[in-house]
């Protein structure tokens, strides 16, 4: 069964249509990645998908309910966790204060051990004092992304969340994700090959605003449409 | 963080016990000054629960103010009541008048809720002089010493009136205090931080800043309405522009969003208008050069420097 499923979603900024028409289907327990240039309106999906923008048109369903008229909050409550792509997290709290605001739902009492959980799997573990604005770039990557996790989501949207961390730091990003396989469904927005081809179950290329190709990693690769995208080749 | 909340009971206890004792030696001038100064301490708590926590900027405090006075001043004056009912009547006039006020000023954000919110105090101010045949406008009204016997206890008398401002005052800091422990608090200095990041939580951004406004405009017309009740007065003056300037001032002052910076920036503020006026009639110059010394050098606010040199745990 499908957890999500958006059925001709669209939205147009002024002349601009960033996303046209997209019906997509993801099941659940699957990780998805959502590749394509820079411009294809890959953010502008995944931020209809949660309610952070509003369609021109188009819907968006969600475990078998049609979200499309909900505020962002309330998808929220219903299990979807969105992770920022400029990372977003709260500067002047402290690690462990950022990952207890996301774990908003729990009671406080179970707070404490979800919270130190979420930071563990992470690695930032030994930061949970450190104020977030003063972590590393990476670091505060690894915050947003123990923000969604601290969330407990069934649906965890991660808009390329391995942008600026390092080989080893990647690495142990693709653990935690096949490691977080069993329990969430994953919608990935990534740059990186390597990661796309090691953890996606399927990958969704969009270009101008439209699907232009979907498949396992390996038949997207090899797909002369998407490396024409990507690289400019004649298709 | 527990050593912290200990080290922080121990700070506000500690402060309301010296309050409590400073009086017995205090002379009387200063015994006035202090109860006015706890009051509008309260009234700044308020206005800091909306600016210093969640980061809302209001330009039109003093409806809320005005809104307790007026509440519990006509309820007295028009109907008779008795100083506790009236002060439950100023408290009611605040929440009701906070909550309408949020719905419609929350639709707007940064400068133009700034605007709003001032369009809607000088509204209120406006209405309080057009009524002046219940208000009497510009001149306010008196209420008597026979009516300010609340359950036996004459608030007129200095020693009561102070000790009444103290239990005021106290109440403000312990809500503030409370509130900063609660996940509602704790979602609203969220906001303050990052509101986009707030929303996409799953905040409802809007509730909870709606709560906010309730929660400050309330704890404002507290202090309004014990304002009249112990100074024996109304005026139209205290919903003036000048009074949504006062809060705004005392709070950035003490320090913006440290539960300890409105009492700290109202006592600082009134003693330093008091003993400059002292010294020269020009005493707004040397106000204002104070002000903005303390602006260049502690632009956090004294207890905001405090805390950002020596105790980061302060709440």
Redesign the interface.
Known sequence: MSLLRTRGLTRRFDGLTAVEDVDFDLPEGQVRALIGPNGAGKTTFVSML?G?IWPTCGTVEFAGRDVSAL???KR??LGMA?T?QIT??????TVA?NV???A??VR?EGEGARLAQALKRVGLGAHHKALAGDLSYGHQRLLEIA?GLA?EPRLLILDEPTQGLTDAEIDAFKALVRALKAATTILLIEHNMSVVMEVADRVTVLDFGKVLAEGPPAAIRADRAVQAAYLGAPA | MNEGLGKSAALHVGLIVVLAAIQFVLPEYHQGNLARIMVLAGYAAGYNILFGYTGLLSLGHALFFAAGMYGMGLSIRLLDAAPAPALLAGLAAGAVVSLVIGVLALRTAGVAFMIVTLMFAQAGYLTILLMGAYTRGDEGFVISQAQRVMWGIDLSDPVNRYYAALILFAACLLVTLRLLRTRFGRALIAIRENEERARMLGYDVFRLKLGAVVISGTMSAASGAAYGLLFGYAGAGFASVQYSIFPLLWVLLGGAGTALGPFVGTLFMFYLIDLSSGLTTAYMLVAGVVLVLVTLFAPQGLAGELRRRAWRWLP
């Open positions: 949660c952070r505020p962002a909050h929220i409550a969105y920022f977003s997290v709260f500067p002047r709290l204060e207890g605001l996301a908003r739902r406080l923000m969330q």
